[in-house]
C-alpha cells in the first residue's frame, strides 16, 4: 500500500453560490476526529444519534418498561446529561488536561423524533416531537419533520416537486402505509404527466460559461452536462436567427431539458428561466418526457423512500397490470 503523505492546506477560497448542491469539505482520517488548528485543539464534530429500543424493547413487551413519547425524552435527557458528565474524565485521561478544563466542553440533546429514514451519513429525515425542550407534537400535529441533504432541499428539484416530497415524507413519518404511499406517487405522477415537455426539466445555475463555450468551440466537447444544455441553447438561438430569446449569460439559471435522438446530436438543451415566452423553433424539440418524468420524479421517490424496501415500481404509471386492477 503506498504511504500516505501529509498536506499542507496551501489556502482556503470563497466559492460561488452552490445553490445546496454538494461541496467537498476538508476532512480528516477516520478514527482520528481530533486535530489542532492554528495550535487550538478541535475537533471534526458530526450528530451522535441514539437509539434506546434494542435495548428497551422486551422489557417494553413485557409491560415492564413504560415507554410513550414523553418517557422517551425524559430517558434521552438523562443520556445527554450522562455523555457530558463524561468528558471531563475523557479530557483529562485522553489529552491530559485537568478535569476541570476538560468539563467546560458541554453537548446538548439536540432532538428526540418518533420516527426517522437515515439513507446515509448526513442524509436523512426525522419526525421531530422535541427540539431542545420544546414539544412540536401539539395542536393535533404529530410533530416537525427535520431534513437533511435530501432531494426536498436540493435546488435541481423543481419546486412542485419539492412540495410533493416533503408531504410525502411528512406522511409517511406520520404512518402512513405502502399501499397509500404508493397510490399518491401515481396521482402526483399523472398530474406532472400533464404538464408540458420543456416544464418537466431540471433547474440549473451555469457557471462559467463562457469557459465551457471556449473549450466546446475549440474542441467540440464539454463535460458539464448543464452547461452543454445551456451552450445548445444559445447555439438554437443563433442558428434560427432569433435576436428576440435570452442569451443564457454566465451564471444564468436555466431549466435542463432531455432530448430524444435527433439530427443535430444533442443530448439536452437549456432554455432561461426569465424566458417567458419560448421560441417555436424550442417547442417543436423531441423532448424526452418519459427521462425527465424519471430523473425529476421518479428517482428522486427512490433515493427519498429506497431505503424502506417497499415496491415504489408499483408507482410507475406506465404499469399496465397495476392499473388493470386498480380502481379511482
Not at 445555475?205 to 445548445?232: Q, Y
Not at 417497499?310 to 404509471?317: I, S
Amino acid at each position: 500500500m503506498a504511504e500516505l503523505k501529509r498536506q499542507k492546506v496551501s489556502k482556503v477560497e470563497k466559492v460561488d453560490n452552490v445553490d445546496d448542491q454538494y461541496v467537498y469539505d476538508i476532512s480528516i482520517a477516520d478514527g482520528d476526529p481530533f486535530f489542532f488548528a492554528n495550535k487550538h485543539l478541535v475537533h471534526n464534530t458530526d450528530s451522535v444519534y441514539f437509539s434506546a429500543w434494542p435495548i428497551i424493547k422486551d422489557a417494553v413487551a413485557s409491560g415492564e418498561v413504560e415507554w410513550n413519547t414523553d418517557k422517551a425524552i425524559e430517558f434521552y435527557d438523562v443520556v445527554a446529561d450522562e455523555v457530558n458528565d463524561s468528558f471531563a474524565e475523557f479530557m483529562h485521561y485522553s489529552f491530559g488536561v485537568t478535569r476541570e478544563n476538560g468539563a467546560i466542553i458541554k453537548a446538548g440533546r439536540e432532538i428526540v423524533a418518533s420516527r426517522g429514514i437515515f439513507i446515509t451519513k448526513k442524509r436523512y429525515a426525522a419526525l421531530i416531537v422535541d427540539v431542545e425542550g420544546i414539544r412540536t407534537d401539539i395542536n393535533g400535529k404529530p410533530g416537525k419533520i427535520k431534513v437533511m441533504g435530501l432531494e426536498i432541499k436540493r435546488s435541481d428539484t423543481p419546486a412542485d416537486v419539492q412540495d410533493f416530497l416533503g408531504k410525502l415524507i411528512t406522511d409517511v413519518l406520520a404512518g402512513m402505509s405502502e399501499t397509500e404511499t404508493i397510490a399518491a406517487i401515481r396521482t402526483f405522477k399523472k398530474q406532472y404527466a400533464n404538464k408540458r415537455p420543456w416544464e418537466k426539466g431540471v433547474p440549473k445555475r451555469v457557471n462559467n460559461l463562457t469557459n465551457h463555450t471556449k473549450k466546446f468551440k475549440k474542441t467540440g466537447k464539454c463535460g458539464v452536462g448543464h452547461a452543454m444544455a445551456a451552450i445548445n441553447w444559445n447555439r438554437l438561438r443563433e442558428m434560427n436567427g432569433d435576436k428576440y430569446s435570452t442569451e443564457i449569460p454566465d451564471g444564468g439559471k436555466t431549466i435542463v431539458c432531455r432530448l430524444k435522438p435527433n439530427s443535430l446530436g444533442m443530448v439536452s438543451v437549456a432554455y432561461p428561466i426569465e424566458q417567458t415566452r419560448l421560441p417555436e423553433w424550442f417547442t417543436d424539440l423531441p423532448f424526452d418526457e418519459t427521462l425527465m418524468e424519471q430523473i425529476v420524479v421518479s428517482k428522486k421517490v427512490e433515493n427519498l423512500l429506497g431505503e424502506l424496501n417497499w415496491n415504489l415500481k408499483d408507482a410507475d404509471t406506465t404499469n399496465l397490470a397495476f392499473d388493470l386492477f386498480t380502481f379511482s
